[in-house]
């Protein structure tokens, strides 16, 4: 078993000052700190295998760790959560990627952990999955006990979108991609592409990071391309909307010029003009039954079981021809 003299000395330090690093006290250097902390994630060290944390057996804390507050997206995520802990003696702590999540997740002031944030690295996430602390992910696939992965149907929802497109005689299709490093992106690719390769269609990507303006900068290119696509695919309905912004600048219209439809179904989706297609899902059953999940495997012991939110797609007014 890792001890604190092992961290210190792997970073080069006296035992008292791994101690105060790892226990978030005394006046260390931030260089120091990061060191000892450095020290401490390579040697798989977790400070709950201190006598200090054995005697309490449980916070009764659930730990949320989520990109950012703000839209409908993750409020709506945050609902699901809230409505199962409500019925709980649970309590949230919610850690935005503003913060550091590192010291709540390695000092395990909670039971168990919620995390929908890319920043929270996958590796971290493996070595501290374990039947004492459970965690659960929205935002990537991955494999080991303890460890659950709920994620959305991306495939279904894109697959339905395609199809759309494909139903109303349009041929010349493109795909605006999201972050290249968002999991859900790359099944929203791969499933177009897929179904656009099993109908003999090529399809350009353009890449965008599921924000409006790169939805936008991404219609700069493509709306200069001879001839025009027929019809565009968001990744998500932020760039949908940069992109019907850069159309409306041009003169186009969607969707007598270009079809486009997008992805989650945010609230202003179904009051703009046109009214923009997308693929939905409920984002409230998200978070509820990732919690739910948690919550009976610290009080029962109950076995994960992987699931996929349904999703589906919802045709308006910007993609019907």
């Known amino acids: 078993m890792t001890t604190i003299r092992d961290i210190a000395q792997k970073a080069g330090v006296s035992i008292t000052t791994a101690s105060y690093v790892l226990n978030n006290t005394g006046n260390i250097s931030e260089a120091t700190r990061q060191r000892v902390l450095q020290a401490a994630d390579e040697l798989n060290y977790h400070p709950n295998a201190h006598a200090r944390h054995l005697k309490k057996v449980r916070t009764r804390n659930i730990g949320v760790f989520i990109s950012r507050f703000g839209g409908a997206f993750y409020e709506d995520i945050l609902e699901g959560i809230h409505s199962v802990i409500l019925d709980t003696d649970y309590e949230l702590l919610v850690c935005p990627e503003s913060r550091s999540p590192r010291r709540m997740l390695l000092h395990r002031q909670v039971d168990g952990a919620i995390v929908f944030d890319s920043k929270v690295s996958s590796e971290s996430l493996l070595k501290l999955a374990s039947q004492r602390f459970p965690i659960v992910v929205l935002d ?35 795909y605006v ?13 791969r499933t177009f592409l897929y179904e656009a390769e099993q109908h003999g269609l090529h399809v350009p990507v353009v890449q965008g990071h599921f924000t409006e303006i790169s939805g936008y900068e991404a219609a700069q290119s493509v709306l200069h391309s001879d001839p025009l696509p027929e019809a565009v695919f968001c990744a998500n309905d932020q760039m949908a909307i940069g992109f019907l912004r850069a159309m409306r600048e041009r003169g186009l219209r969607a969707p007598e010029d270009i079809a486009v439809a997008g992805f989650d ?42 699931c996929r939110i349904p999703t589906h797609f919802i045709a308006r007014q910007s993609s019907q021809k």
């Not at 991609?177 to 690719?189: C, L």
């Not at 703009?272 to 039954?289: E, I």
């Open 140 to 174: 990537r696939q991955l494999e080991k006990d303890f460890l659950l992965s709920i994620l959305l149907d991306n495939a279904q929802g894109v697959r339905e979108a395609f199809h759309h497109f494909y139903a109303q005689g349009l041929r010349r299709m493109v």
């Open 177 to 189: 991609a999201g972050s290249p490093d968002s999991f859900d992106n790359a099944e929203r690719a």
């Open 265 to 306: 179904d945010i609230p202003l989706s179904r009051y703009m003009q046109p009214t923009l297609s997308t693929v939905g899902a409920s984002r409230f059953d998200w978070g509820a039954t990732a919690t739910r999940q948690l919550i009976d495997f610290l009080e029962t012991g109950a076995i994960f079981r992987p």
